[in-house]
């Protein structure tokens, strides 16, 4: 068992920046990646950005230039820095971490940007 616990939600400017937080406990050997989804009303979780056991990362079109994803391995913490936000990033954020074949999810932390 892996959990997730994210932190860092909460209520932002349009324009204005936020990092989210994502701690992994339990049996965590062989997380080969870990990352962010969200899901925003009436729609369906999606990617935002994932980082590999090697440091390799991916993003969706829509964070690229804005929205950064770093891993401190020895803290088991990923963390999402989100920076120019637009209310188009409303969403609760979610921590996902793949081990092997099985895919573990945290929570889920609410981000609302105001315009």
């Known amino acids: 068992q892996v959990q997730l616990v994210e932190s860092g939600g909460g209520l932002v400017q349009a324009g204005g920046s936020r990092r989210l937080s994502c701690v992994a406990s339990?049996?965590?050997?062989?997380?080969?990646?870990m990352g962010w989804y969200r899901q925003a009303p009436g729609k369906q979780r999606e990617l935002v950005a994932i980082?590999?056991?090697?440091?390799?990362?991916t993003y969706a079109d829509s964070v690229k230039g804005r929205f950064t994803i770093s891993r401190d391995n020895a803290k088991n913490t990923v963390y999402l820095h989100m920076s120019t936000l637009k209310p188009e990033d409303t969403a609760v954020y979610y921590c996902?971490?793949?081990?092997?074949?099985?895919?573990?999810w945290g929570l889920g932390t609410q981000v609302t940007v105001s315009s």
């Open positions: 996902n971490a793949v081990q092997l074949l099985r895919m573990w």
């Open positions: 339990g049996s965590i050997i062989n997380l080969n990646a």
């Open positions: 980082v590999r056991e090697d440091g390799s990362t």
